[in-house]
T-cell receptor
Framework: AQSVTQLDSQVPVFEEAPVELRCNYS??????LFWYVQYPNQGLQLLLK??????LVKGINGFEAEFNKSQTSFHLRKPSVHISDTAEYFC????????????FGAGTILRVKS | ETGVTQSPTHLIKTRGQQVTLRCSSQ?????VSWYQQALGQGPQFIFQ???????GRGNFPPRFSGLQFPNYSSELNVNALELDDSALYLC?????????????FGPGTRLTVT
């Protein structure tokens, strides 16, 4: 079965420090991967996506992620965070053989402290 | 370009009642998906509609039903509400035929069942 695991439920970090939010997926075949951000009382906004091609994907707000097929990971990174990055981040995956179902991880709350 | 909109924003219902939530797709999008996001969890796929036909369903009982209209707007109906139905309901639209790729989410409807 396809599943997405986010390894940290909360990640506290100081402003201007680097951050990595971890995501692992399980799929036996090709997979498309996404990171979404959710600010309090709002819907989901797409940060970046991996469909094919280069394994290093750049997104909005200075975020990037690297697809690692051998480790079945898609970790999200930012070299220097801002207070405004405080939000919940969701990793999600679609595997083509499972049709049109977007499967989400449980989320990671990023708390940026001054 | 108009984004995905949902109504109402908040809703309070009593156990056993029925509720209808509404979603307007992003302009030009022909596929709508609905998700349930319980507090502290990632969104769970309910179902998807493509050109007015159901095109995939998650692990939700039949009392969760939907419609898509010719203008690609959509409704989610929930009958016989239970306390566990309290959640944020998210609608997402996409352009590619029946696809979950590059979904654009609305702000959600917060349903509270008492």
């Amino acid at each position: 079965a396809q599943s997405v695991t986010q390894l940290d439920s909360q990640v506290p970090v100081f402003e201007e420090a680097p951050v990595e939010l971890r995501c692992n997926y399980s799929s036996s075949v090709s997979v498309y991967l996404f990171w979404y951000v959710q600010y309090p009382n709002q819907g989901l906004q797409l940060l970046l996506k991996y469909l094919s091609g280069s394994t290093l994907v750049k997104g909005i707000n200075g975020f990037e992620a690297e697809f690692n097929k051998s480790q079945t990971s898609f970790h999200l990174r930012k070299p220097s965070v801002h207070i405004s990055d405080t939000a919940e981040y969701f990793c999600a995956a679609v595997a083509m053989e499972y049709g049109n179902k977007l499967v989400f991880g449980a989320g990671t709350i990023l708390r940026v402290k001054s | 370009e108009t984004g995905v909109t949902q109504s109402p924003t908040h809703l309070i219902k009593t156990r056993g009642q029925q509720v209808t939530l509404r979603c307007s797709s992003q302009s030009g999008h022909n596929t709508v998906s609905w998700y349930q996001q319980a507090l502290g969890q990632g969104p769970q796929f309910i179902f998807q509609y493509y050109r007015e036909e159901e095109n995939g369903r998650g692990n939700f009982p039949p009392r969760f039903s939907g419609l898509q209209f010719p203008n690609y707007s959509s409704e989610l109906n929930v009958n016989a509400l239970e306390l566990d139905d309290s959640a944020l309901y998210l609608c997402a639209s996409s352009l590619v035929r029946g696809s979950s790729y590059e979904q654009y989410f609305g702000p959600g409807t917060r349903l509270t069942v008492t």
